[in-house]
């Protein structure tokens, strides 16, 4: 059973428009909220969190939304850029950290 | 510092040998995670140090798998008698325990596996 899902296989924006990618999760014990990047033949790279006592965490042009009581979690981008192109993971925990599958973003020039 | 490594970066092997993969975590870091992805997947969990203690290990990880930590420092994943279905990017990382672990995360660039 997946405990967090990103039910968006890919998304495609306009430069310079808002990218939003979205992640539900099931277990509500989880303390940790993360957002990671990847590129091909890379490793995932950091990109913003949130802790489970905060419900909203800036930086720059990115943004991270967490709502508990609908288990959910989102990322804004905006305004989105080519460079922004990548796979966008949702990770979740305490411990360890759990990954949906990913979101495909392409921001088109 | 210069990150998380591994070695080797892609590794292709006949059905049934054995292989084995070294990641060399960021040296301030406690924390060594092993994670695997295949096409399409999130990394999926397999298993974790804190120093060389291993203190959990997901039910991915088959007897064919072990992971060591002998000193706190490097890790090496075996996998014996490797399958085809074992193809995949196996990914390390490192972090600080306590809060701040999450937070910190750092993956080095996989080893891509091929069994052919």
């Known amino acids: 059973d997946q405990q967090v899902k990103q039910n968006s296989p890919s998304l495609s924006v306009q430069e310079g428009r808002i990218s939003i990618l979205n992640c539900d999760y099931t277990n509500s014990m989880f303390d940790y909220f993360l957002w990671y990047k990847k590129y091909p033949a890379e490793g995932p790279t950091f990109l913003i969190s949130?802790?489970?006592?905060?419900d909203k965490n800036e930086d720059g042009r990115f943004t991270v939304f967490l709502n508990k009581s609908a288990k959910h979690l989102s990322l804004h981008i905006v305004p989105s850029q080519p460079g922004d192109s990548a796979v966008y993971f949702c990770a979740v925990g305490s411990e360890k950290l759990v990954f949906g599958k990913g979101t495909k973003l392409t921001v088109n020039p | 510092d210069t990150g998380v490594s591994q070695d080797p970066r892609h590794k292709i092997t006949k059905r049934g040998q054995n292989v084995t993969f070294r990641c060399d975590p960021i040296?301030?870091?406690?924390?060594l995670y092993w994670y695997r992805q295949t096409l399409g997947q999130g990394p999926e969990f397999l298993t974790y140090?804190?120093?060389?203690?291993?203190?959990?290990k997901s039910r991915l990880l088959s007897d064919r798998f072990s992971a060591e930590r002998p000193k706190g420092s490097f890790s090496t994943l075996e996998i014996q008698r490797t399958e085809q279905g074992d193809s995949a990017m196996y990914l390390c990382?490192?972090?600080?325990?306590?809060?701040?672990?999450?937070?910190?995360?750092?993956f080095g660039s996989g080893t891509r596996l091929t069994v052919v």
């Open positions: 140090f804190q120093n060389e203690a291993q203190l959990e």
């Open positions: 990382a490192s972090s600080l325990s306590g809060e701040r672990g999450l937070l910190g995360y750092t």
């Open positions: 949130i802790s489970s006592i905060k």
């Open positions: 040296s301030e870091h406690n924390r």
